[in-house]
């Protein structure tokens, strides 16, 4: 089964890229994994970027609910601390139903 895949070669200015038709049928299975492997890198180019991109949206929004909760427990001390204050009991109850349940 022969197949032909366009195969980028570099060495040209950034923009500036030859195409080179390449035989699959004629590569040996390592030379058709380096064209695979470059096909991929070529299909995914700039993938870097959008990762670095989500990691300043999450590092951001980590900054953010960070200084929400501040200021949350300056402004209303009594609702910030009372969630923690009844975790014990609202356990206890969810243990004691399961433990029911089951």
Excluded at 4 to 14: D, F, I
Excluded at 25 to 39: K, T
Excluded at 45 to 65: C, D, F, K, P, S
Excluded at 66 to 93: A, D, F, T
Aim: without cysteine; glycine residues 4%; proline residues 3%.
């Amino acid at each position: 089964m022969a197949a032909v895949v366009e195969v980028e070669v570099g060495g040209g200015a950034a923009g500036e890229r030859e195409l080179d038709e390449v035989d699959m049928s004629d590569l040996s299975p390592e030379e058709q994994w380096r064209v695979e492997h470059a096909r991929m890198h070529a299909k995914h180019r700039g993938h870097e970027a959008m990762h670095a991109e989500m990691v300043l949206i999450l590092i951001a929004t980590l900054v953010v609910a960070q200084l929400l909760l501040v200021q949350w427990k300056q402004r209303h001390p009594r609702s910030y601390n009372e969630p923690k204050s009844n975790l014990h009991l609202k356990r206890r109850e969810t243990l004691s139903k399961l433990a029911a349940v089951w």
